[in-house]
T-cell receptor, first 116, second 112 residues
Framework: GAVVSQHPSRVICKSGTSVKIECRSLDFQATTMFWYRQFPKQSLMLMATSNEGSKATYEQGVEKDKFLINHASLTLSTLTVTSAHPEDSSFYIC????????????FGQGTRLTVV | GDSVTQMEGPVTLSEEAFLTINCTYTATGYPSLFWYVQYPGEGLQLLLKATKADDKGSNKGFEATYRKETTSFHLEKGSVQVSDSAVYFCALSDGSNYQLIWGAGTKLIIKP
């Protein structure tokens, strides 16, 4: 299957700093990328959907100025958590789909963010 | 809107036991159905999928059949192993924009 690489897998940052998470599709063109957040013992919460070259569409309740998403190319999307706070600590997962994928999405390995 | 309901966990079984994790869905169209697995400390992996009614998805000894009449996609395995311990997510996609609708996840614990 297609490969999606997410980096870093773990990051610890100080409160007030910003953290960038990268999501790359390695062997296909990802026209759509999704960013999810997973709270402990809960399902994935969709944060935003991004299409290459256009602004991301954020889900209700997700602060777009805090969670900056850039999908500048067909193989790369980034999520920047700005001015991070301890409550932003979570597991963030990206997924990517392309037109050849039919309805399937492929997931990155996830990023465990801890804000101290 | 579309939704997915799956049985609450955790589900605890002994090795070699038979596994069923129930999943039902509501959808206005004809969705594709998926089971994803998340092993401890890892991201999600597609386990199996079915794209139309009566299709059976299978992988690693797991299987699930797309039942339109009962709107179900139950996950089964005949003999579980300790290595199957993970969280299993049922999901659907209506195909319109590749967005997945997720169940809450079921944690599976297999004891030796």
């Amino acid at each position: 299957g297609a490969v999606v690489s997410q980096h870093p897998s773990r990051v610890i940052c100080k409160s007030g700093t910003s953290v960038k998470i990268e999501c790359r599709s390695l062997d296909f063109q990802a026209t759509t990328m999704f960013w999810y957040r997973q709270f402990p013992k809960q399902s994935l919460m969709l944060m935003a959907t991004s299409n290459e070259g256009s602004k991301a569409t954020y889900e209700q309740g997700v602060e777009k100025d805090k969670f900056l998403i850039n999908h500048a190319s067909l193989t790369l999307s980034t999520l920047t958590v700005t001015s991070a706070h301890p409550e932003d600590s979570s597991f963030y997962i990206c997924s990517a789909s392309g037109q050849i994928m039919n309805t399937e999405a492929f997931f990155g390995q996830g990023t465990r963010l801890t804000v101290v | 809107g579309d939704s997915v309901t799956q049985m609450e966990g955790p589900v605890t079984l002994s090795e070699e036991a038979f596994l069923t994790i129930n999943c039902t869905y509501t959808a206005t169209g004809y969705p594709s159905l998926f089971w994803y697995v998340q092993y401890p400390g890892e991201g999600l992996q597609l386990l199996l999928k079915a794209t139309k009614a009566d299709d059976k998805g299978s992988n690693k000894g797991f299987e699930a059949t797309y039942r339109k009449e009962t709107t179900s996609f139950h996950l089964e395995k005949g003999s579980v192993q300790v290595s199957d311990s993970a969280v299993y997510f049922c999901a659907l996609s209506d195909g319109s924009n590749y967005q997945l609708i997720w169940g809450a996840g079921t944690k599976l614990i297999i004891k030796p």
